[in-house]
């Protein structure tokens, strides 16, 4: 007997007691499909004085796209050589061209269509995901990102990380729960795909505080939810509170914990993109 056929959760054929992101696209697409990670270079207006100086605490030097394409390069240069650099793992798929770095909807309208429909024309790409701030949407953008969705399978990716204000304003997110909100719903009310980021282990923050947190997102039915572990970069101001002390990493059993109590509190139908995550070594 297979194992798809015993398993007692329906929206798995491994076992898993969620839905993982590798299944869900396997049923859409009937074959693997990757993520090819692209820079735009647009930066980031928590970094540039727009919203804040310095970006959140844990952010790094390349904008959290450290495994993007170099923003030197054209969409499709850079398309091309992360793309070889995946296939080592993965042959045969295709693709979903995921704008990462930075805050991709930080730009012109006329712009970043453009950019976007330039990656949909990528030999393999099947779909596009695009990370933002969800208090860098407008009416304008969201009804672009709306018509590009009746093209192709889009996601957009919204950092949020926690619902706690008081936690937002320890690492300098710049934005407060009721801003999250309002971009949310552009998106939302216009039906468009969106995964939500969370991070367990901020500082001051308990396993509770992280169960709320996943809680109150469920309660949105999102398409889709990635849950990062924090860590600690190099030349990151969260290295400097690390330093000095400040910040205390989880352990691995403590999270492991948080993770399955996560998971109980989020709809069994979001996707769970991640459950933990890596930066460069
Ligand atoms: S919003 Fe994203 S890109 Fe901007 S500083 Fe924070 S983590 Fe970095």
Redesign the pocket.
């Known amino acids: 007997m297979k194992q798809s056929e015993i398993n007692p959760f329906e929206l798995s054929d491994d076992n898993k007691r969620y839905q993982t992101y590798n299944y869900y696209l396997r049923r859409r697409f009937g074959k693997k499909v990757f993520k090819v990670s692209l820079n735009l270079g647009l930066g980031?207006p928590?970094?540039d004085g727009t919203k804040g100086f310095g970006?959140?605490i844990y952010?790094s030097e390349k904008?959290?796209g450290d495994f993007a394409g170099d923003p030197c390069d054209s969409i499709e240069r850079q398309y091309e050589a992360v793309r070889a650099s995946m296939e080592n793992k993965w042959q045969g798929g295709c693709c979903i061209a995921y704008f990462q770095a930075?805050?991709n909807t930080y730009a012109d309208c006329g712009f970043l269509e453009d950019a976007f429909k330039r990656a949909l024309r990528l030999d393999g790409v099947v779909g596009l995901s695009i990370a933002t701030?969800a208090d860098c949407l407008d009416a304008q953008k969201a009804d672009m990102l709306s018509r590009l969705a009746t093209k192709t399978y889009l996601v957009v990716e919204l950092?949020l990380q926690t619902v706690f204000d008081e936690t937002a304003a320890v690492i300098n997110?710049c934005h407060s729960y009721e801003d999250f909100i309002r971009g949310y719903s552009l998106l939302a009310d216009r039906g468009i795909n969106i995964c939500v980021h969370l991070i367990d282990g901020l500082p001051g923050e308990t396993g509770d505080m992280m169960i709320r947190s996943a809680r109150q997102v469920g309660l949105l039915r999102p398409h889709a939810v990635k849950l990062h572990l924090l860590h600690v970069l190099k030349e990151t101001k969260l290295y400097e509170m690390y330093k000095r002390g400040e910040v205390r990493p989880l352990e691995l059993d403590e999270y492991v914990d948080i993770i399955c109590r996560q998971l109980e509190v989020l709809p069994k139908e979001t996707i769970i993109e991640r459950i933990t995550g890596d930066g460069r070594a």
């Open positions: 980031c928590n970094r970006g959140c952010c904008l959290s930075g805050t701030r950092g997110r």
